[in-house]
């Protein structure tokens, strides 16, 4: 029943800005934490930041901590994830996705509603 919809990817050369939007349908987004993960051809699903219900508390893989950000707008039932400093590493497909309960986790299988996926692809 709950639906998230990605935007906001794209081509953007190394240095650059992108910032990611995920809304989600549904009338209880507020109860829950959201996070976003990356995926590579050949590699896991990684994790790559994590905030609980309120924004209050967030959590970053160590590779982008410091130039990426997320934060939520409840009213709006939206999580963001604005990306600074893009380096080509991080191209990959980026997903949003609903955590189980309303605290921040950092395992994908703590996870149980994903978007679609929107691709970030950073030229050098």
């Known amino acids: 029943q709950v639906q998230l919809t990605e935007s906001g990817g794209g081509l953007v050369q190394a240095g650059g800005s992108l910032r990611l939007s995920c809304t989600a349908s549904?009338?209880?987004?507020?109860?829950?934490?959201m996070g976003w993960f990356r995926q590579v051809p050949g590699r896991e699903r990684d994790f790559v930041a994590g905030?609980?219900?309120?924004?209050?508390?967030?959590a970053y893989e160590d590779s982008v901590a410091g130039r990426f950000t997320i934060s939520r707008d409840n009213a709006k039932n939206t999580v963001y994830l604005q990306m600074n400093s893009l380096k080509p590493e991080d191209t990959a497909v980026y997903y949003c996705?609903?955590?189980?309960?309303?605290?921040?986790?950092?395992?994908?299988?703590?996870?149980?509603?994903w978007g679609q996926g929107t691709q970030v692809t950073v030229s050098s």
């Open positions: 549904g009338r209880y987004f507020h109860l829950y934490a």
């Open positions: 996705a609903r955590r189980t309960r309303d605290r921040v986790g950092v395992r994908s299988y703590e996870y149980d509603y």
């Open positions: 905030i609980n219900w309120s924004g209050g508390d967030t």
